[in-house]
């Protein structure tokens, strides 16, 4: 398998889980947070939020810096915006805007909200 593609497959992996979404989210709202700040907000072990940590490092969704003894948590963004470009980008601007209305629309109808 080539690089390029071993490298999106990491991560759509690390998307794929929405534990790493919401480090992704975390880190993203307050960036270079310390692991014991992500597992206070996460509602789990410093032992499984290291292993979706890992993850995500490994997929180059987040990076860290040393600050002292403390590990930061950076979130980055790059990895994202190259699947975008890749996947997304590719359809009408427009016609996805018209796709996400039309969706929004009919579940709002089923659900008794219009």
């Not at 794929?16 to 014991?36: C, E, F, I, M, T």
């Amino acid at each position: 398998m080539p690089k390029e593609m071993e490298e999106v497959g990491k991560v759509f992996k690390a998307l794929a889980d929405p534990n790493r979404r919401k480090v992704l989210d975390l880190l993203y709202a307050n960036n270079g947070q310390p692991l014991s700040a992500l597992c206070e907000q996460l509602d789990m072990q410093r032992q499984s939020a290291s292993q979706h940590i890992d993850i995500l490092i490994d997929a180059n969704l987040v990076t860290v810096v040393w600050k002292g003894r403390e590990k930061l948590h950076f979130i980055n963004p790059v990895p994202i915006h190259e699947v975008y470009e890749r996947w997304v980008r590719k359809f009408e601007q427009n016609r996805l805007g018209f796709l996400h209305d039309l969706k929004a629309q009919l579940e709002g109808e089923n659900n008794g909200k219009t």
